[in-house]
Nanobody, 116 residues
Framework: QVQLVESGGGLVQPGGSLRLSCAAS????????TGWYRQVPGKQRELVAS???????NYADSVKGRFTITRDNAEKTVHLQMNNLKPEDTAIYYC??????????WGQGTQVTVSS
């Protein structure tokens, strides 16, 4: 079992920055990849950024150059640094983790609102 808890969401003006964090607990050794997804009402959840065991990063085209995903193995935390935020980045952001057994775990989500 893996438990994920997100934090760091909030309200920010366009052009501002936020840093999301995802703290993992449980069977951490089974995790092969972690990622951040986002969802707005009426739309499917979409991948924002992910990082695998090899530390290879993957980003959605819409966030490349603005968002950075980092993994702190010592703190068992994955961060998403979001810069130059735009109103279209407004969504609920979810952390997920995939395990060696093919099970995917999700956090409860954190709201990010970009508005002036």
């Amino acid at each position: 079992q893996v438990q994920l808890v997100e934090s760091g969401g909030g309200l920010v003006q366009p052009g501002g920055s936020l840093r999301l964090s995802c703290a993992a607990s449980g069977t951490i050794s089974s995790i092969v990849g972690t990622g951040w997804y986002r969802q707005v009402p009426g739309k499917q959840r979409e991948l924002v950024a992910s990082v695998g065991r090899s530390s290879r990063e993957n980003y959605a085209d819409s966030v490349k150059g603005r968002f950075t995903i980092t993994r702190d193995n010592a703190e068992k935390t994955v961060h998403l640094q979001m810069n130059n935020l735009k109103p279209e980045d407004t969504a609920i952001y979810y952390c997920n983790a995939a395990t060696t057994r093919g099970i995917v775990y999700w956090g409860q989500g954190t709201q990010v609102t970009v508005s002036s």
